[in-house]
T-cell receptor, first 110, second 115 residues
Framework: GQNIDQPTEMTATEGAIVQINCTYQ??????LFWYQQHAGEAPTFLSY????GLEEKGRFSSFLSRSKGYSYLLLKELQMKDSASYLC???????????FGRGTSLIVHP | SAVISQKPSRDICQRGTSLTIQCQVD?????MFWYRQQPGQSLTLIAT?????????ESGFVIDKFPISRPNLTFSTLTVSNMSPEDSSIYLC????????????FGPGTRLTVL
């Protein structure tokens, strides 16, 4: 099976930087996704990592270390609209369908 | 990217009744899925909807409770049968190409409340 662990809730200040961690245990590895989900809306794709290292996309960056079973999502210059749930999802080897973590609820305050 | 629509967006149903949720994808994705998201929980895969054949269900989900149809590539339905309050949840349709480097796209979800 797969175990995916991420913090339940985080708070941060507008304009600041926040790092959301995700650790996982899986039999084989075929990629890690981060999704953003605003309340009452569908999850939207943020990033995909399959190789070690940092992938940067504007204000959002995602990091992966396969040997440590660890990823983080880094959000810079936080805006109020970044308040949402952030889901880490891992594909195990040979599978297309990822397993989702419980999500981290991020609250950005002024 | 694929755009996925679902209807209804929400419903309130009585115990013992059934509800059918429809999902439409605007492009020809290869794979379609149905997920459940209970309050405060993550996404749990119910089944993979297979075109023209029976869906593939995950452990804990059965066809009698969650019958699924997929008559063509871009349309699928999920029925929640003989509902109980424990079925109150958000049900999400998802589509993808099946390519490992591609993401899945999600519909807006159907918020179901069973009284």
């Amino acid at each position: 099976g797969q175990n995916i662990d991420q913090p339940t809730e985080m708070t941060a200040t507008e304009g600041a930087i926040v790092q959301i961690n995700c650790t996982y245990q899986t039999s084989g590895f075929n990629g890690l996704f981060w999704y953003q989900q605003h309340a009452g809306e569908a999850p939207t794709f943020l990033s995909y990592n399959v190789l070690d290292g940092l992938e940067e996309k504007g204000r959002f960056s995602s990091f992966l270390s396969r040997s440590k079973g660890y990823s983080y999502l880094l959000l810079k210059e936080l805006q109020m609209k970044d308040s949402a749930s952030y889901l880490c999802a891992v594909r195990k080897g040979g599978s297309y369908i990822p397993t989702f973590g419980r999500g981290t609820s991020l609250i950005v305050h002024p | 990217s694929a755009v996925i629509s679902q209807k209804p967006s929400r419903d309130i149903c009585q115990r013992g009744t059934s509800l059918t949720i429809q999902c439409q994808v605007d492009s020809q994705v290869t794979m379609m899925f149905w997920y459940r998201q209970q309050p405060g929980q993550s996404l749990t895969l119910i089944a993979t909807a297979n075109q023209g054949s029976e869906a593939t269900y995950e452990s804990g989900f059965v066809i009698d409770k969650f019958p699924i149809s997929r008559p063509n590539l871009t349309f699928s339905t999920l029925t929640v049968s003989n509902m109980s309050p424990e079925d109150s949840s958000i049900y999400l349709c998802s589509g993808g190409t099946g390519v490992s480097t591609d993401t899945q796209y999600f519909g807006p979800g159907t918020r179901l409340t069973v009284l």
